[in-house]
């Protein structure tokens, strides 16, 4: 079950070639509120916002449903393959039966294969339609703010230099294309006024929500697997004293 990209900032999914370009045109008579010196240019992190997007209660429900779906359907495989295996193992290898088994345990390792396969791909169609989602959210509000304090061009652009993607020549240049501006001026960065258009909370502050959400459920599971090794114990004679 593809599970781990359910907290992936989206920006690593994200096509910095194509988001790393202007992103709106707006009427330059409104009023300006930051840096008149600087001109009518602006700069945007989108890519930080669609992170929040992204990792909000909304589209981590979507996930989390998808991921329960997707295991629905595979846990019963699963399960018979067990199975299968445990009576191949005490099994005749000579009996016809054996092979009978041997040939099912096959079967349903190949269609294991291709269930997984497909609920990979269409997990992956469904982060992309959350991201694009994301992205025209934003790219409305970017527009909103840009007009209401008057710049004429708004760029996106990465505002710190650590780079995600590193292990590979295609992460590391959409990397660097996702910073188009080198030295962008904080007087000019619309970022924050963005996300809070918006209703956002920080990035910072959704990573400490999901790590809290995170630790509680370690927790938990950790609480339920040492009440289910006390009841096992209790329920084994050997652990008993003798009477």
Do not use: C
């Not at 390792?109 to 989602?133: C, F, P, R, V």
């Not at 652009?157 to 995600?164: C, E």
């Not at 502050?205 to 009841?231: F, G, K, P, Y």
Request: net charge negative.
């Amino acid at each position: 079950m593809p599970r781990t990209t359910m907290f992936l900032p989206a920006s690593i999914l994200i096509g910095a070639s194509i988001l790393g370009a202007s992103i709106l045109s707006t009427s330059a008579d409104a009023t300006k509120t930051n840096a008149a010196a600087q001109g009518d240019i602006g700069l945007v992190d989108i890519y930080d916002i669609v992170d929040i997007v992204i990792m909000g209660d909304e589209k981590s429900a979507e996930r989390e449903e998808f991921e329960a779906q997707g295991a629905a359907r595979v846990q019963p495989i699963e399960n018979r393959l067990m199975q299968l295996q445990s009576q191949i193992q005490t099994a005749d290898p000579s009996a016809q039966e054996t092979q009978q088994l041997y040939g099912e345990y096959q079967q349903l390792s190949q269609m294991l294969n291709q269930t997984t396969n497909q609920i990979n791909q269409d997990y992956q169609k469904m982060l992309s339609g959350q991201i694009a989602d994301a992205y025209i959210l934003v790219h409305t509000a970017v527009n909103e703010v840009a007009e209401e304090q008057g710049y004429t061009f708004v760029f996106a652009t990465r505002r710190d230099t650590d780079l995600v993607q590193v292990n590979s020549l295609t992460g590391v240049t959409q990397e660097i294309l996702a910073r188009p501006l080198v030295t962008p001026a904080e007087s000019v960065d619309l970022t924050d006024a963005v996300r809070e258009h918006m209703g956002l909370p920080t990035l910072e502050d959704v990573m400490a929500r999901i790590e809290a959400e995170q630790a509680e459920a370690e927790a938990a599971a950790a609480a339920e697997a040492e009440a289910q090794a006390a009841e096992e114990a209790n329920d084994d004679p050997s652990e008993s004293s003798d009477e």
